[in-house]
């Protein structure tokens, strides 16, 4: 397991915006899947977004249209834009890493967490009303 290091949470007023980082090494992630899982107090930890080898992305309905997945390849980092935060995206962002391709993170058309490999440590987003 090589490690996979967030940074940019914060704290946000509702409407505003933030930008997460995971900074990434190894080999197998530049032919695999990468993503972002978050996990609200209580809550199950839910799929947000995933980037495929071939630069292929897909988003969870619950952010489709405010979120953007990217892959900065030269530097090793991924990234999560988030925009129009709500106090429901309030959460621990966890990146997400597999040797494999998205597809087999997906079960009945949603992001497991269970199917995935390799986790960072998360990083805290709060989000105020």
């Known amino acids: 397991q090589v490690p996979l290091v967030e940074s940019g949470g914060g704290s946000v007023q509702a409407g505003g915006s933030l930008t997460l980082s995971c900074e990434y090494s190894g080999f197998s992630y530049r032919s695999g899947c990468m993503g972002w899982f978050r996990q609200a107090p209580g809550k199950e930890r839910e799929g947000v977004a995933c980037?495929?080898?071939?630069?292929?992305?897909r988003y969870e309905e619950s952010v489709m249209g405010r979120f953007t997945i990217s892959k900065d390849h030269a530097k090793n980092i991924l990234y999560l834009q988030m925009k129009t935060l709500q106090p429901e995206d309030t959460a621990m962002y966890y990146c997400a890493a597999d040797s494999r391709k998205c597809q087999y993170w997906y079960a009945q058309n949603k992001l497991k967490s269970s199917r995935v490999s390799f986790w960072g440590e998360g990083t805290q987003v709060f989000v105020s009303s």
């Open positions: 980037y495929d080898s071939d630069g292929t992305t």
